[in-house]
Nanobody
């Protein structure tokens, strides 16, 4: 089992920044592929960014490239999502997730991730 707890969401004006954190406990964090997903009202949940166990392998959706950055600290069992130049369309509930079934492989589908946090709301005002 792995427990994930997100923090750092909130309300920010367009152009502003937020840093999301996800603290993990339970199963070995350092070997898990970690992802940040988001779900806006009426839309499907989508991957925003993902990172391999070492931090050297990352994936981003096109709409956040150059603005968001995912990182992890395996010593502290934490994964981060730094979000800069935020836009109103970034408004969503952001979820942290862990993929532990296939070591080292970054998947971009919701179904590939087996542990999820409760989500944190990010609202960007125009």
């Amino acid at each position: 089992q792995m427990q994930l707890v997100e923090s750092g969401g909130g309300l920010v004006q367009a152009g502003g920044s937020l840093r999301l954190s996800c603290a993990a406990s339970g199963r070995t964090f350092s070997s898990a592929v970690m992802g940040w997903f988001r779900q806006a009202p009426g839309k499907e949940r989508e991957v925003v960014a993902a990172i391999g166990w070492s931090g050297g392998n990352t994936h981003y959706i096109d709409s956040v490239k150059g603005r968001f950055s995912i990182s992890r600290n395996n010593a502290e069992n934490t994964v981060y999502l730094q979000m800069n130049s935020l836009k109103p369309e970034d408004t969503a509930v952001y979820y942290c997730a862990a993929q532990t079934r296939v070591p080292g492989v970054i998947f971009v589908t919701v179904s590939a991730y087996d542990y999820w946090g409760q989500g944190t709301q990010v609202t960007v005002s125009s």
